[in-house]
């Protein structure tokens, strides 16, 4: 193409106004250079249409562009060196992106789009590809090794300009990234450096003379409330009362630290001497001071034992509730091991007993009695007498001396007769009865107590039943000195539980529960009591209902008492008779409910329900001086943490903050 050609494709058309036009400041100049192999360009731009530097470009480099109709720019561009047709080119896309265009190769074909959408185009993936240009949209895969994919997302999205694209598989922990091969490659830079293997490590320290739990705990109140540096992980550390050392996890510079300050702390007393005072919270220091020194009197005793040999003196301090222990270090430690697994606050169960009983008595006598005879029934003729019956004879007596105590039984009387004092007398007496009796009674003791702690209540009275009588008789023959032995016996309700928390929500149960009455039966010659005991183990959901044992019972009783022959008569042999039928039905069972109670609030809670039920009644009361006081509002202190012994221990504690 000759030098006239060429110039002629930058000439600008349609356009007059100078500041419009497109020149060549220096001329754009096409030379062959003697023995040069390759053209050289000098291109200068101002206010040019991109649409016809575009064509140029083709012209120069011979490539094929698609253009997008958004395509539109005025082009300046200003240079005062040679440079090839390939320079030329990249100049060219450095142009495109500062106008926010793209060229995206699609086979023999370059497509020119806005870059909004270049990352929705194939492009070249890998960034392997030998002929990729720093301008030429590209999507490269990368693989992160030590660091989660998903937390640099937040950290590279402002180096990724608005039509690029970045993301991450969390799945195989990698990172999509699309954008120019010039960005795509200063990424990968940036992620090589961020993606290292931190120093993050384990240090186990074992301890000479003091206790790794103790050592914990001051190392837990030290770094509370203390501030780690951003982005950084506070330390751990734990402690392994078996080997009794301290596990130190985290950064090498923290660990470092931390184990400077335990080699501090990992010193034996300055007094040199073996005797510690150890305050107890809710253990009582009197009986654990007598098993611990059994216990590990026996220990030091045992032959062939590896530990320290010294003496060992624990004694309790009552008034502090305090264990004041004297032993070599080792055994000190193993000492306080224990008593921090014995001085817990343990959980209490509120126990809810329920009795009900319900009993029927249904009864129905009838009996005829009569007499026949002479004046005033002295010498009777014909005569009938059955029991619970009223007799005729005697009731005749009494009506003739007009004695008004006259004995009849209960329910309804009828008589008939003639009593005179000479001819014939005769006297019929009938008697009707039905009685029916309903019985309700129910019971609920309640009992609160500590996890496998004994609790027992008593309710109920002191019956005296007489075992005996005695009279001393003077030597006159005159009676003196009357007088009876008397024993008195308990007689209401004894319940006896001792409640054993399982792991999860299960409550074990020994239960005894005795239940006895003063029976209402007159027909024995001292008082009868009813007696009723229960002696199980049961094993109860926290919060559920459990029957414990009952009785069903029903007695019938049918009696009849006749003359032979003549009370089976049909009809005038019911005056010759007595009928009695009793029905009696008992129905009493025994139910529980456990309710463990875990904090201070459920405990309020179950104490303020009963506390205002009883208010309420006395409320209700015409007469209510006595009022129970409202309760006061709970304090809103924390409470000590309940430690369940039977869940399994954590791991490790949590991470704490450092200065």
Avoid: C
Wanted: charged share 20%; glycine share 6%; proline share 5%.
């Amino acid at each position: 193409m000759s030098t006239r050609a060429f110039l002629a494709r930058f000439r600008l058309r349609g356009r007059a106004a100078p500041a419009a036009i497109a020149v060549l400041a220096v001329g754009l100049l096409l030379a062959w250079q003697a023995g040069a192999q390759e053209a050289t360009i000098t291109p200068n731009y101002k206010d040019a249409d991109i649409r016809q530097v575009i064509e140029a470009v083709g012209e120069v480099t011979g490539k094929n562009f698609v253009l997008d109709p958004r395509v539109k720019a005025q082009v300046t561009m200003l240079s005062s060196s040679p440079m090839t047709p390939e320079a030329f080119y990249e100049t060219f896309l450095s142009i495109l992106q500062v106008y926010g265009f793209v060229a995206v190769t699609s086979g023999d074909v370059i497509k020119i789009l806005p870059d909004a959408n270049a990352r929705q185009m194939p492009d070249e993936a890998g960034g392997g590809t030998p002929d990729l240009r720093r301008d030429d949209i590209v999507t490269q895969v990368i693989e992160i090794r030590n660091v989660a994919a998903a937390q640099l997302v937040p950290i590279l999205r402002p180096l990724i300009p608005q039509y690029g694209h970045l993301a991450a598989h969390p799945a195989s922990n990698m990172l999509i990234i699309s954008d120019r091969a010039a960005n795509v490659e200063r990424m990968i830079r940036i992620i090589r450096r961020i993606d290292q293997a931190g120093d993050e490590d384990f240090d186990v320290v074992r301890l000479e003379h003091a206790s790794a739990a103790e050592i914990v705990r001051v190392l837990t109140s030290l770094n509370q409330g203390a501030r780690t540096e951003a982005g950084t992980a506070a330390p751990t550390v734990v402690a392994d009362d078996r080997t009794n050392s301290v596990l130190i996890g985290g950064e090498k510079a923290r660990r470092l630290r931390i184990r400077a300050l335990i080699t501090h702390l990992d010193t034996p007393l300055e007094d040199g001497g073996d005797t510690r005072v150890r305050y107890l919270r809710y253990a009582d220091a009197e009986e654990l001071a007598t098993k611990l020194q059994t216990q590990y009197q026996k220990t030091a005793a045992a032959p062939g034992n590896p530990n320290e040999t010294g003496d060992i003196m624990i004694w309790a301090d009552i008034p502090t509730n305090a264990l004041v222990i004297t032993a070599p270090p080792k055994t000190m430690r193993s000492m306080e091991q224990v008593i921090d697994k014995l001085d817990i606050r343990r959980l209490q169960v509120l126990l809810e007993t329920i009795i009900v009983e319900v009993s029927a008595e249904k009864a129905a006598d009838l009996g005829v009695t009569w007499a026949v005879g002479d004046a005033d029934l002295e010498n009777a003729i014909g005569v009938t007498q059955f029991d619970g019956v009223t007799g005729v004879t005697g009731l005749g007596g009494a009506i003739l001396n007009d004695s008004t105590n006259v004995a009849l039984n209960n329910g309804i009387s009828l008589g008939l007769g003639r009593l005179s004092n000479s001819g014939l007398s005769f006297v019929a007496i009938i008697e009707a009865l039905e009685a029916d009796t309903n019985t309700n009674i129910m019971g609920t003791p309640i009992l609160t107590t500590l996890d496998n702690e004994e609790a027992e209540i008593r309710v109920g009275q002191e019956v005296p039943f007489v075992t005996g009588s005695f009279t001393n008789t003077g030597t006159s023959g005159s009676s003196i000195n009357p007088f009876q032995t008397v024993e008195r016996e308990q007689v209401g309700l004894t319940l006896k539980i001792t409640p054993q928390i399982n792991e999860g929500n299960a409550v074990r149960l020994n239960i005894e529960q005795e239940l006895s009455s003063v029976s209402e039966s007159t027909q024995a010659v001292d008082l009868i009591t009813n007696n009723r005991n229960i002696n199980t183990a049961v094993i109860v959901e926290d919060g559920g209902t459990l029957v414990i044992g009952g009785l069903i019972r029903e007695d019938q009783r049918e009696k009849e008492q006749r003359v032979p022959l003549l009370g089976s008569i049909p009809l005038l042999g019911a005056l010759f008779r007595s009928t009695s039928t009793q029905t009696v039905k008992v129905n009493l069972m025994f139910f529980i409910r456990p309710t463990i109670l875990r904090d201070n609030v459920q405990t309020a809670f179950e104490t303020n329900q009963k506390y205002n039920y009883i208010r309420d009644l006395q409320q209700g009361q015409e007469n209510s001086a006595q009022l129970l006081p409202e309760l006061a509002p709970r304090r809103t202190e924390p409470e000590p943490a309940i430690i369940d012994l039977r869940l399994p221990p954590a791991t490790e504690p949590a991470d704490t903050p450092e200065d």
